[in-house]
Structures are given as structure tokens and as C-alpha cells.
């Protein structure tokens, strides 16, 4: 999943996460095979990584969001998207997460399956029955539930929901059984790492697995996030709730394009896509275009068009920007605009500069967007 990014600017994330989890992020990325990524300390670290390469290539185009969520893991991706988690507490807090919940699922193997055309309540129902330890572990999307728990309790569960009516059972390849009370030892390990990142508040608010509402307090993510580990995934509800909140356009991020399904079954007339590869930038660009609204009252800068894009730092520190350069100089590819501590800011795009977004002094995190373009 990594090898379409290999070549792209955005691919220096994978570095960077490699040098803070102590792994070969790259070789994961580019040449582990599906028994080695079955492992959740494997699997878990690349996703994440992945998702935030896309996440910094959008950033790149200037496209930012009104609100982020995430299934499961990929809540971590959407805190690290809002600036509630800086990119290296993000890569730590999903090294030990995956490595609490690899302890927690060798000392308490379970399972997990995919029950498809059934009602959630009939599937809590065929749980109920099986008088065992299997739970609804996530409610995706109407007719889509993952029940986990024992190998026997989730077989059980299966086979009474086939006779409720279930048109499928399809097992998942993990390594335990995720979002149950299997998980419990983990909690209370990754309640302290989370406590230590100490999560920002944010101008995005981010929709939260276990209650399916918009958080923007930091301080509320220590117990929401451990909570999310014994806790269903409340998905479908999440994806109810943004487009209670007025959203009608999701954007995947991301390896696959799972999520982006889940949302067309769930909101109706809902406008969705979903970028996993380089390849997916440019109609992704069209897609937010085609719609931003038309109207007088439209906001000016609300929106980022086709021929605008953003430079944004390599680095952390305070930026300097080149004196010498104005609103209407003409920027090549390489371009230096500035300097952020020792690191050269250089853009990765040619055109006009229409303003600088930073200012003289400020201080700065990586990837943070610097100054903004138009394509002549």
C-alpha cells in the first residue's frame, strides 16, 4: 500500500515515523506480505502512517476540512489531522496501542467476523443467545456488523444469526478480538500514554467512536480513547451524526475505500471519495470544486480552487520569510521562501505568491501551511 507513495514529497513521513517508532516503516510499507501486517503492531503502524501520507498530500492542495472522524484506529488519524496530536505523539500513541492490544490478545485469543444483512438489534440478539463471550464489536453501516470475542462464542453467534436471517459470516484477518472486554488489560496501559501526549484542543472537532459526538477539548481524549479499545465503534451512528451536523461530501483517506461504502449505505445521497494513491489527487481537487456552493454569501477563501496550493514547512521552529519576496513574485519549483529554524522552507510547486499564511516570528510545526499560491 505504500508503493504508489514512494516517489511522492509526501513520502518523508515514512522516515520521520521510523526514526520515532524504532521501525523499518518503509519495509512494512513496501514489501511486507499479509501475514506479517495480520500482526496489529504491524498492521495498526502502517495504516496510520499511510493515511497520513494522503493526509499530508491533500494538505499540500490546500483542501482542509470541516470536521474529521475516524474508524477505530483511524481515530488516531483524525486527531493527528486537527493538530490534537502532533505527528510524533501520534506515531507513539499507535506503537503502544498495538503493542497493548498484541499483549492483550495473545493472553486472551479471540476473533472477529463480518455478519451482513442483518439488523443490529437481531445481531445483538444472535450474541445474546449464544450465551457466550462474543460481543457487537462494530456497527458499520446498515446490514454490516463485526461481532467479536471467543473463537467458539463468535462461531455460536454466527450460526444463530444465519438462522435469523444473516445472508453472510465473512471472519477478518486480525489477531484478536478488538472492541470487546478482551481488550481491558490494554485500557488501562494506554489510558497513561495517552495522558502523556496530552491532546490539544482543536478548531476541527473530531467525532468520537464511543459516543458519536463532536469533540474539540483535549482533555476529553484520554478517557474517550481508552474507552474506544472495550467499546464498539460506533460508525454508523458517527456517520449520523455528521450528516445531522449538515455534512453531505466525505472524503476518504487512506488505503481502500472501505469507509467511503460504509457512508453511501448510511446517508442518502451522500457525495463521497476516497484517495489512496497519488493517481487520486487531481479528482479529488475536482470533487471539493464541483461542490463549493455558488452562492453571494459564499465566504472568499472558504474554498481552494484548482489552480491554488499551499507550501508548507518541513520542519518545527520559528519561520523567517525571505524578505525580498512580495505578493505577485513569481515562485519556481525549489523555490526558497524562507526558513523555519535551520530547515529551508522550498516549495514543491510553481506560481504566483498571493500571500504568506505564517508570519515573521511565528513558530511553527511540520507540515504547517506557509504561503499560498496561484498557478499561472
Not at 500482526?39 to 470536521?67: C, H, I, K, W, Y
Not at 490478545?105 to 479471540?110: A, I, K, R, V
Not at 478480538?177 to 482543536?202: C, E, G, K, V
Not at 474539540?216 to 445531522?244: F, I, K, M, N, Y
Request: charged letters at 20%; a negative charge.
Amino acid at each position: 500500500m505504500g508503493r504508489p507513495w514512494a516517489d511522492h514529497d509526501s513520502w518523508e513521513l515514512v522516515s520521520e515515523a521510523s526514526e520515532v517508532a524504532g521501525r523499518d516503516v518503509a519495509r512494512l510499507l513496501l514489501d511486507a506480505d499479509a501475514d506479517e501486517l495480520k500482526d496489529t503492531r504491524n498492521a495498526q503502524l502502517t495504516t496510520f502512517v499511510s493515511s497520513l501520507m494522503v493526509l499530508d498530500a491533500v494538505e499540500r492542495l490546500g483542501v482542509e476540512p470541516s470536521f474529521c472522524a475516524g474508524h477505530s484506529l483511524g481515530e488516531y488519524t483524525a486527531l493527528t489531522a486537527t493538530g490534537a496530536l502532533g505527528f510524533d505523539d501520534g506515531v507513539r500513541l499507535v506503537c503502544e496501542r498495538a503493542d497493548a492490544m498484541h499483549v492483550a490478545g495473545t493472553s486472551n485469543p479471540g476473533t472477529m467476523s463480518a455478519i451482513l444483512g442483518l439488523d443490529d438489534e437481531l445481531v445483538e440478539v444472535a450474541c445474546r443467545r449464544a450465551d457466550s463471550d462474543v460481543w457487537v464489536a462494530n456497527f458499520n453501516a446498515p446490514g454490516q456488523i463485526v461481532i467479536a470475542g471467543s473463537p467458539d462464542g463468535v462461531a455460536k453467534a454466527i450460526e444463530i444469526a444465519k438462522e435469523l436471517g444473516a445472508k453472510k459470516a465473512m471472519p477478518l484477518p486480525v489477531s484478536g478480538a478488538f472492541h470487546t472486554p478482551f481488550m481491558a488489560p490494554a485500557r488501562d496501559h494506554l489510558r497513561q500514554a495517552i495522558a502523556a501526549a496530552n491532546p490539544r484542543d482543536t478548531d476541527v472537532p473530531v467525532i468520537s467512536n464511543v459516543d458519536a459526538a463532536a469533540h474539540d477539548r483535549g482533555d476529553e481524549w484520554a478517557s474517550l480513547l481508552s474507552a474506544q479499545l472495550s467499546s464498539p465503534v460506533r460508525w454508523r451512528q458517527c456517520l449520523t451524526s455528521l450528516s445531522e451536523l449538515g455534512v453531505t461530501s466525505f472524503a476518504e483517506l487512506g488505503p481502500g475505500g472501505v469507509l467511503t461504502g460504509m457512508a453511501k449505505r448510511t446517508i442518502d445521497g451522500a457525495r463521497t471519495i476516497s484517495i489512496a494513491t497519488p493517481d487520486d489527487l487531481d479528482k479529488f481537487i475536482e470533487w471539493v470544486n464541483s461542490s463549493s456552493p455558488t452562492s453571494p454569501a459564499q465566504l472568499e477563501g472558504e474554498h481552494l480552487f484548482a489552480v491554488e496550493r499551499l507550501v508548507v514547512s518541513p520542519a518545527a521552529g520559528i519561520f523567517s520569510p525571505r524578505p525580498e519576496l512580495l505578493p505577485g513574485a513569481i515562485i519556481e519549483i525549489g523555490t526558497i521562501i524562507g526558513t523555519v529554524g535551520d530547515a529551508e522552507v522550498r516549495s514543491a510547486f510553481a506560481g504566483i505568491l498571493q500571500a504568506f499564511i505564517a508570519v515573521d516570528g511565528e513558530r511553527i510545526t511540520p507540515r504547517q501551511p506557509i504561503a499560498w499560491l496561484r498557478t499561472a
